[in-house]
Structure formats: C-alpha cells, structure tokens
C-alpha cells in the first residue's frame, strides 16, 4: 500500500504570507496526486490534480508541484477563505485511493 | 447541475448493519468511478471503497469483508452496504465521483471532482 504523509500537520499564518505545505508518497507516483481544500462541515472540494492541474475555478494563488515521492502546495497570498485543512491524495493506485492525514491552516 | 446525495445514515448498534445511498443526477453513476470516503469525528479523509464503471469493486483494508459497494443503474443510485459495524465506523460518509483525465500520452488521470453533503453514521450501544 501507499503511505501519504503531510507536513507540517497544521500551521498557523496571515492574511497576504506565502504558505506551502509538503505532501510525501511512501513509494513513486509519478504524477498522480491530488489536493483538496476541506472546511468545516463541508465536503472536500479538489484545487489541483495530476500534481500541478489547476481545477477549474479554483484561484490561480493555489499551485502544485512535484513528481514521484515529494510534492508541494503553495498559495500565494493566504486570503481570509483560505483558512481551512488541506489533504493530498495519491491515484496512482485507484483500486487504493490514499489520503494524506491533512494540514490544518488557521489564523496567526 | 451534477449532484450526489447521500442517504440511508443514522444510529446503528455493534454488530449490526446498514445501508446508504448515494443518488446521482447530472451523471450517470455507471459510466464513472464511484467512491466512499468517510470521515471520523476530528479526524481526517480515509478512502473506503470504490466500484469501477466496468463494475469492479475494491474496498480498505479497515472494511474488507464486511462493507459491499454496489449500484443500481436504473435509479442512478451507488449503494454502500455495511454490515458487522465496528464503533470505529462511526463517521460522515461522503459520496464522490472519480473523475477521468486523459494526458495525451499518458495514462489517465483520476480525482475526485464531485461530492454530495454526507451521512453521517453513528456505531453505539
């Protein structure tokens, strides 16, 4: 099976600062990996797919990056609605979709 | 508008079983990769189960053997039977739609881009 780990679990920053969060697959994934963006007592909803794909919709400050065992997603500019917890996803192994344990992002 | 919406959860004793539903419109439930993905309390995303528009089945580990994906074409409805429920089951079970993107070149690509609201399930005695 396929390990996600996330780090750092949770971070805390402002409105306007760059923030990035690291995501790491126990095995090569190519490219397949995935990013939500979860609030609370909602659903998750998808920001970036095949690792770098911007869904459509989602604000051009979300950007993915990586391939094989690391990958990253950095905002920008951290807005007010960016405040939320952010898992990523491996589907190389779609009979065995792989969240990671999440990055919570509150308010400094 | 494509939509999921879950059914079917509630309060269930150890031991017993249940069943949600999880109705499509917009889209057809057998033409996609359909998934189960639950939450606990405080906790985050785990993967459940998933039944491939060819009608494979594939489960976690945590629920092998006892929980059963299926669907029914002509309701556009993807069920999740579970049964010889754990306290650790107790969770908000989300319904999502695998979407497929080709790569030219590539292999195709999956993620989740549609979600209903969830049911929430509770394992007590």
Redesign the interface.
């Given at each position: 099976d396929i390990e996600m780990t996330q780090s750092p679990s949770s971070l805390s920053a402002s409105v306007g600062d760059r923030v990035t969060i690291t995501c790491r697959a126990s095995q090569s994934i190519s490219t397949y990996l995935n990013w939500y963006q979860q609030k609370p007592g909602k659903a998750p909803k998808v920001l970036i797919y095949a690792a770098s794909t911007l869904q459509s919709g989602v604000p051009s400050r979300f950007t993915g990056s990586g391939s094989g065992t690391d990958f990253t997603l950095t905002i920008s500019s951290l807005q007010p609605e960016d405040f939320a917890t952010y898992y990523c996803q491996q589907s190389y192994i779609t009979s065995l979709f792989t969240f990671g344990p999440g990055t919570k992002v509150d308010i400094k | 508008e494509v939509q999921l919406v879950e059914s079917g959860g509630g309060l269930v004793h150890p031991g017993g079983s249940l069943r949600l539903s999880c109705a499509g419109s917009g889209l057809t439930v057998s033409g996609n990769?359909m998934?189960w993905?639950r939450q606990a309390p405080g906790k985050?995303?785990?993967?459940v189960s998933?039944i491939y528009s060819g009608g494979?089945t594939?489960y976690?580990?945590s629920v092998k053997g006892r929980f059963t994906i299926s669907r029914d074409n002509s309701k556009n409805t993807v069920y999740l039977q579970m049964n010889n429920v754990r306290d650790e089951d107790t969770a908000v079970y989300?319904c999502?739609r695998?979407r497929e993107?080709e790569?030219p070149g590539a292999y195709y690509?999956?993620?989740?881009?549609v979600?209903?609201?969830?049911t929430t399930v509770t394992v007590s005695s």
């Open positions: - | 990769y998934n993905v985050g995303l785990e993967w998933i494979r594939y976690a580990d989300y999502a695998a993107w790569l690509y999956y993620y989740m881009d979600w209903g609201k969830g």
